[in-house]
């Protein structure tokens, strides 16, 4: 089948680990090259962001990524793009009218609102990626998504054939939004097991106890936390990975460490290329991965691929990847990540048996072959104008 996958402001080809670049540019690609394995060909649509991005670039063989002009051809952050989205939404809808696809796979509420209105008569599949009433109801008068993102989210959900929900936690939230359980299907995000594995090369690292985070740059995610725990490890060194030396996250977090008299054991390293997450993360002793809210948290699964023990917030999809193979510790409560460090950088034999389990589980349900193979089924309900059934796809 043609499969387009609309990602507007996560451009698959984009470097990970700034504000709006992460794991759904990495999902969206890897989707993407899943799909074309079982013999999809698949577009990914996504908005211009510089001058030199060409019309169309292959990104692997039966996968191109379509560059749609709308607005400046310059880095807009996403919660400023609604202007320039009805300008994205003729685009597509002067391509798919000379070329319609068989089924829409719209990523993040912005492109399902496009997507939507585009597709005339095309199958469209939602995913959100993350959602406007969980973020309202962390970030409060932080959040910066634009007011009507909410009430767009809930009328996605009725309009489109189906909906991915990432997790079980997920499930809930669109329920409660009043989106239909029976149109929603649990499909997790997946993992690259040939990069992320247990053998492999290993980075450089430094004597005593290493403690990894890594992810984008922004206060959600919750390194503060991590920062704080430390304080109660003496001699532990905590690596940070993600965003750049002179965003506005990494100079608190600099600061934050100073403060606390960490700098020497804290070490902010920036955004690492993909090629070099898996030997990174197989140098650390632990990797903790702490948000606020994580609509599915692609780094813990990716070090439990690596046979690498996880500590993890207990939100969102670590419900469901990390319990029963790590730890899970309650949200911004740095103590009671201080004791879960402590429990498993003091017990080697704790850490090979965590490191074992999540390495199996990431096996058994994350790769890539195993999504796609769920999500095409979803593809072809639509297709075929069924309604999709939780109970046979969930995950």
């Not at 390293?269 to 197989?282: D, E, F, K, N, Y």
């Not at 140098?283 to 606020?292: E, F, H, M, N």
């Amino acid at each position: 089948m043609k499969v387009d996958l609309i990602s507007e402001h996560a451009d698959p080809l984009a470097a990970v680990g700034g504000v709006d670049s992460g794991g759904q540019n990495v999902y969206v690609a890897a989707l993407a090259v899943a799909l074309a394995e079982r013999g999809h060909t698949v577009s990914i649509h996504t908005r211009r962001s510089s001058p030199a991005q060409p019309e169309s670039v292959d990104l692997a063989p039966g996968v191109t990524v379509e560059y749609v002009t709308a607005g400046p051809a310059a880095p807009v952050p996403k919660d400023e793009l609604p202007p320039y989205m009805p300008e994205f939404t003729e685009r597509l809808a002067a391509r798919w009218a000379a070329r319609p696809p068989d089924v829409v796979h719209a990523h993040f509420w912005m492109s399902g609102q496009a997507a939507l209105l585009a597709a005339g008569g095309v199958p469209v599949v939602q995913t959100y990626h993350a959602l406007g009433t969980v973020k309202r109801r962390w970030q409060g008068e932080a959040d910066t998504s634009p007011a009507h993102r909410i009430d767009t989210e809930r009328e996605i959900g009725l309009r489109a054939d189906a909906v991915l929900a990432t997790c079980s936690d997920e499930v809930g939230e669109l329920c409660a939004m009043g989106i239909p359980e029976q149109r929603i299907a649990v499909v997790p995000c997946g993992v690259d097991l040939t990069a992320f594995r247990p053998d492999g090369p290993v980075a450089p690292r430094l004597d005593g106890p290493l403690v990894l985070s890594i992810g984008r740059m922004v206060p959600r995610k919750g390194v503060d936390t991590v920062l704080r725990a430390l304080r109660q490890l003496p001699g532990a060194n905590l690596v940070i990975a993600g965003g750049s030396h002179d965003d506005g996250e990494t100079f608190r977090l600099r600061e934050l460490a100073d403060g606390y008299g960490l700098g020497d054991r804290v070490h902010v390293i920036g955004s690492v290329p993909r090629r070099h997450v898996p030997a990174l993360m197989r140098s650390a002793d632990v990797v903790v991965s702490v948000p606020w809210y994580e609509p599915f948290g692609l780094v813990p699964v990716e070090a439990m691929a690596c046979g690498v023990p996880v500590i993890a917030s207990a939100v969102g999809g670590h419900l469901d990847t990390v319990a029963g193979c790590g730890m899970l510790v309650p949200p911004r409560r740095p103590r009671a990540l201080a004791r879960a460090l402590k429990e498993v950088l003091g017990n080697p034999a704790l850490r090979v048996a965590l490191g074992a389990a999540g390495a199996r589980r990431a096996r058994e349900r994350y790769g890539w072959p195993s999504v796609a193979e769920s999500t095409e089924a979803v593809y072809t309900q639509v297709i075929d104008g069924k309604v999709c059934r939780l109970a046979a796809l969930g995950g």
